[in-house]
């Protein structure tokens, strides 16, 4: 099992990792600018004394002038005692030496001449130097001049730099590791109070939300996030809490009604048709609880996807004609006018839209006054095609419209006993309609309330 990383800790690594790479990098910059400047800075010297050899040895006109001119060479480097110099004639045979010239042998050949410097030591000491060959006043063969000069001090200076860079990167790592996990730490400070706050939200207090005045930018959208999923959950859990208490009450009326008909049955001897009807009555009272009990079943199903319906063509119009056929009855009663008009055909199974279909029209026939009128209108859309089956009577208050498809939520708390239905059949409709992967929705109009259904 993997220890979780803590994220103070992952910045602070990372603050002080950077911290410390930039300034290696920088210290590393600025010693090669340094070690530059010195080997330029010992290039001038090397040159300039190269020079002067060369000056003289153009005075050179026969092998009488050499000592005069030797001993102005060695005049020119009083003074001078971190300079190494050595001349060497044509046979190869030292012409001139400094006491300190300390020269490795394959700089003093033809071979070594090079016009870049070089760096050796000798006897633990550090030179560097240039190796030429310079022609002579007698046009004679050149002779090879080879300059050097001490560069301890050089030396010195930078073993001193680099340990104060290695001091100063090791003490700035670990003041900005201190002071990265302070910013981090006062950073993520929202975070503690958003866990803080989190950890108070209980099933009796799913209204707390997260202030987004008081969190970094960079934390409004976990915050914003975070706010609805808790304004869902405390929609979903009142939904729940209403839910429950719906299907106790659903399902006490029935079984109060088969308890009291049956004790009312016991308390004397009765005939066998009075035993009859009392048995009637409990049927009566079953087939009211096994149509819920099925409802609800299909409802469980429809909320983890296991309604798979099949797939045919399904002719709308013909569906809604055979519906009116079957409420023909019923709105007759009531004096109520079925009009449809266009036609489409949707794909899905005939059954389960027939009874979506059922649900919305027994549901309009429910609440449409006497002499009203329902409106079926069928046609195509950019989703497919659209049915909307419209309504004369009161129009759905607006505080109605997100709950008229909730199980057991009816608008007119009077027909909870009035024995019209459980409440099931438009959350049945909506479940129907979204396994088909359609949209079914509710408007109030004019003088009436409108559903509307749309599938492919």
């Not at 803590?6 to 990098?25: D, P, Q």
């Not at 001049?145 to 730099?161: G, L, R």
């Not at 009203?372 to 208050?397: D, M, Q, Y």
């Not at 199980?407 to 019209?420: A, I, V």
Request: charged share 20%; with cysteine.
């Amino acid at each position: 099992m993997s220890r979780r990383s803590s994220i103070t800790s992952r910045l602070t690594l990372l603050f002080a990792a950077v911290s410390t790479a930039v300034l290696l990098a920088l210290g590393m910059l600025i010693g090669n600018a340094v070690e530059r400047h010195f080997v330029e800075q010992d290039m001038e010297v090397l040159s300039g004394k190269t020079q002067l050899a060369a000056n003289l040895l153009a005075q050179l006109r026969s092998p009488a002038d050499s000592g005069a001119l030797l001993r102005q060479l060695d005049d020119s480097l009083v003074g001078h005692h971190g300079l190494a110099v050595v001349v060497l004639g044509p046979d190869g045979k030292r012409v001139f030496a400094t006491p300190n010239a300390a020269f490795p042998d394959a700089m003093l050949s033809p071979a070594g001449v090079s016009a870049k410097p070089r760096s050796w030591r000798k006897d633990g000491q550090p030179w560097r130097g240039i190796a030429t060959l310079l022609p002579t006043g007698n046009s004679g063969q050149p002779m090879l001049v080879a300059v050097a000069v001490d560069i301890s001090h050089h030396e010195h200076f930078m073993e001193s730099f680099r340990r104060t860079l290695w001091l100063f990167v090791a003490i700035a790592a670990v003041l900005v590791g201190f002071f990265g996990w302070v910013a981090v730490r006062r950073g993520l400070a929202p975070l503690q109070a958003m866990r803080r706050g989190a950890a108070g939200v209980t099933a009796n207090h799913l209204d707390y939300r997260l202030s987004l005045d008081a969190v970094p930018v960079e934390l409004a959208e976990l915050a914003e996030t975070l706010n609805e999923m808790l304004a869902r959950l405390e929609d979903s859990f009142q939904r729940l809490k209403d839910f429950s208490s719906d299907l106790a009450h659903e399902l006490r009326t029935p079984v109060s009604n088969l308890m009291t008909q049956t004790q009312v049955a016991l308390t004397r001897a009765r005939s066998a048709d009075e035993y009859s009807e009392v048995l009637a009555s409990n049927a009566e009272e079953y087939e009211r609880l096994a149509r819920m009990i099925g409802d609800m079943l299909f409802l469980a199903q429809a909320d983890n996807g296991l309604v798979v319906p099949s797939r045919e063509p399904v002719d709308l119009a013909a569906q809604v004609r055979e519906l009116f056929d079957f409420f023909d009855a019923l709105a007759e009663e009531k004096g109520l006018h079925l009009a449809l008009t266009g036609s489409g055909q949707v794909s899905g199974d005939k059954l389960m839209l027939r009874r979506a279909l059922a649900n919305l029209l027994s549901n309009a026939i429910r609440h449409t006054p006497a002499g009203g009128n329902i409106r079926v209108s069928i046609e195509a859309c950019s989703e497919g095609t659209k049915l909307s089956i419209e309504n004369s009577g009161e129009p759905i208050p607006q505080e109605q419209m997100s709950r008229i498809f909730d199980r057991f939520y009816r608008g007119d708390p009077s027909r909870h006993d009035s024995g019209e239905g459980a409440g099931l059949g438009l959350a049945i409709t909506r479940s129907i309609i979204l396994a088909h992967g359609g949209e079914i929705g509710v408007r109030s109009v004019t003088g009436g309330v409108c559903f509307e259904l749309r599938m492919t």
